[in-house]
């Protein structure tokens, strides 16, 4: 019963290692990314749809999953999440604390129906606190809990991380949180609920720069863009057509940086002899590092450092990375069949298993599209019964 990001990205993952997953969705709009777009996946000239297609933001976190069309404004369609309820291992929802329990679908309702349910719920700011009725937003949470601040350049303003990383770090928490229930369920035989959020994830996602405000007493030291706050050189740098991250993690890694760079002089500059000098006169080093790299290409550059040990990388772009020879080596993406679009690419799995195989099984649905065989297999309802539910505008 969740939408948008952190509740789909925590239950693909459960999908992506085998649960089946139902998608609860308005009957008529379904999730809210379904119109998020453009881009958009097109339906093929077969599938007799119409429409701009199926939106890359809903295909990239609703793979293994079915679809169904549910209003559960209905008294037919709690009655029927009732149902599900009882026989599911897990709930996922993403509503305001309290806005279910009007429909009996609030954790205390539902465990009275099925005691071992895992229940988690998603929320912006938690069930308790001061905040707990605000909506949660991936972008309001990466303002209001630190991440903004400390994300952008020195002499720029706050930023946002370019995806919504604190959704996705929600999902994460989520889907280890509920593996670790249904691990404790295994033992006691007792489901729970999971209060998740947002809010609580991002400061939990701060960890060193945490710590380091807890243990010092003082302030984060703000933006620093690509670079590092306690090592130099650690950044991005200018090339004739891009851009090249070097790490001079230690006195031995700069000294190779030096050589590889043909500067072998600044070993021996009294003005960058040790890390502490070279954060001292950071903005000179950087400087003088930027004159050199912007007289050659990154790929360039990158055939000069191979094999030297040291850190670096090209700063690619999205679809750079996607083309990348490692990430095709280590099959990255996935060509699935849409049943309404055709070939779609998705990312696969990112985790390697000795002994199972994580998979994309089923293409992300199109909405409702598995209606008739959940309530038909799964609660033995009959044709005639879907039917009369469909009129009624109880399922789609």
């Known amino acids: 019963m969740t939408r948008v990001l ?18 609860i969705e308005h009957p008529t709009r379904g999730d809210d990314t379904r119109a998020w777009g453009p881009p958009y996946a097109s339906y093929t000239e077969q599938s007799g749809k119409q429409g701009s297609g199926e939106s890359a933001y809903f295909l990239a976190v609703n793979r293994n999953k079915k679809s169904l069309g549910l209003s559960f404004q209905h008294k037919s369609g709690v009655k029927i999440l009732h149902k599900l309820a009882k026989d599911c291992d897990v709930l996922v929802e993403n509503y305001l604390p309290g806005a279910l329990k009007k429909y009996g679908m609030d954790y205390q309702s539902v465990a009275k129906v099925n005691p071992g349910l895992i229940y988690a719920s998603i929320t912006g ?5 001061p905040y707990s009725n605000r909506a949660g937003y991936d972008v309001m949470v990466e303002a209001e809990m630190g991440l903004m601040h400390i994300t952008g350049h020195r002499d ?12 996705l770090t929600t999902g994460l928490y989520t889907s280890n949180s509920v593996m670790a229930a249904l691990l404790a369920r295994a033992k006691t035989g007792r489901g ?12 939990a996602s701060l960890a060193n720069i945490a710590s380091s405000c807890l243990i010092s007493g003082k302030p984060d030291s703000g933006r620093w863009g ?11 740098f200018k090339t004739s057509d891009g851009d ?18 043909g500067k072998k002089e600044w070993i021996s500059d009294p003005r960058f002899l040790t890390n502490a000098d070279r954060v001292k006169n950071r903005d000179e080093l950087e400087r003088l590092v930027e004159e050199v790299t912007s007289t050659k290409t990154t790929q360039e550059w990158l055939e000069v450092l191979e094999g030297s040990g040291m850190p670096y990388a090209a700063i690619n772009d999205v679809k750079a990375t996607l083309e990348h020879e490692h990430t095709k080596a280590r099959n990255m993406v996935t060509e699935i ?8 690419k998705l990312l696969s799995p990112p985790v390697k298993f000795s002994d199972s195989t994580p998979s994309i099984r089923t293409p992300p649905p199109t909405l409702g599209q598995h209606t008739e065989e959940i309530l038909g297999e799964m609660l033995g309802m009959s044709g005639s019964e879907v039917e009369r539910l469909r009129s009624e505008g109880v399922v789609a």
């Open 6 to 23: 952190a509740g789909p990205y925590c239950t693909q993952i459960l999908g992506d290692l085998g649960a089946e997953i139902i998608k």
């Open 244 to 261: 090249i991250m070097l790490g001079g993690g230690n006195d031995r890694l700069y000294g190779v940086m030096c050589e590889r760079l």
């Open 192 to 203: 729970q609920h999971l209060d998740v959020s947002l809010a609580d994830c991002q400061i």
């Open 226 to 236: 690509t670079a590092h706050p306690s090592i130099v050189p650690y950044k991005g």
């Open 125 to 129: 700011y938690g069930q308790t606190g």
């Open 337 to 344: 069949d849409h049943p309404s679009c055709g070939p779609v």
């Open 156 to 167: 720029g303003p706050p930023a946002k991380v370019g995806v919504a990383i604190t959704d």
